[in-house]
Every structure is written in structure tokens, then in C-alpha cells.
């Protein structure tokens, strides 16, 4: 499920492919809040990239495979900045924390925000 890294600038249908992987692994593994995955089931011996996941833990875990920061891929930081251009919140780590912001939200916001990429680079 890991995306190699670009080499160059990331097109709008890549970052639109990690809001769909990110979007599918939160359906598939669950949504937290306040981190970027659940500790507790870390803790309790799950797999980091099987444990529920906020927004950013789930495009972590589509572009380096782990729901952890791995450092500077262009890919990550162009769709968290993708991401952050739809919301009304400081950051998506806010957005996330926000009251009635769940699982549902969280997949709509990222298949959105590939929907809309998808029509400006058609």
C-alpha cells in the first residue's frame, strides 16, 4: 500500500490516489481523535498501521506504509495542504478533534478533497 516517493512536484491525481488510500484505510481500520493513532491499541500489541487513525495518520499510512511522521515526503505535505484548503479549522489535527468530526466526516472530507482534485486536472 506504500506509494513511492516523487521525484517531482506531486500531481493532483497523486495526491487525489493518497486522499482515496487514506480514505479506505480509515473505513477499514477505524477513526481516532487527539493522535495520530490509537495508542492503546498499539499499546495492546495491534500493528501500528492496523490501528485506528485520524486524517493524517491515515495519509501517512497511504504514502510510507505507518501511521507515523517518516519525514518530508512532498507527496504527504501536498495533501495535507490539499486537505487543509477544504476545511475551516487552524490545521487538520483540529479538524479531527472537533466535536462531530468522526469516521464519516473524515472519509468524506478525504474522498472530497480526490473528487475535486479529479475535476481540476480533467
Given at each position: 500500500m506504500t506509494l513511492t516517493a516523487p521525484?517531482?512536484?506531486p500531481t493532483d491525481e497523486e495526491i487525489a490516489e493518497v486522499c482515496d488510500k487514506?480514505?479506505?484505510h480509515i473505513d477499514a481500520v477505524g477513526y481516532c481523535k487527539k493522535y495520530l493513532y490509537s495508542v492503546r491499541q498499539?499499546?495492546?500489541g495491534l500493528?501500528?498501521?492496523q490501528c485506528e487513525v485520524d486524517v493524517i495518520g491515515a495519509i501517512?499510512?497511504?504514502v510510507h506504509g505507518t501511521p507515523r511522521y517518516v519525514g518530508g515526503n512532498p507527496l504527504t505535505h501536498a495533501t495535507e495542504k490539499a486537505i487543509e484548503a477544504r476545511i475551516d479549522a487552524p490545521s487538520i489535527a483540529a479538524w479531527c478533534d472537533?466535536?462531530?468530526n468522526g469516521k464519516a466526516k473524515?472519509?468524506?472530507?478525504?474522498?472530497d478533497t480526490a473528487d475535486s482534485l479529479r475535476k481540476v486536472a480533467a
Open positions: 521525484t517531482t512536484a487514506a480514505a479506505g498499539a499499546e495492546n500493528p501500528l498501521n501517512n499510512v497511504a472537533y466535536r462531530g473524515a472519509i468524506a472530507l478525504l474522498r
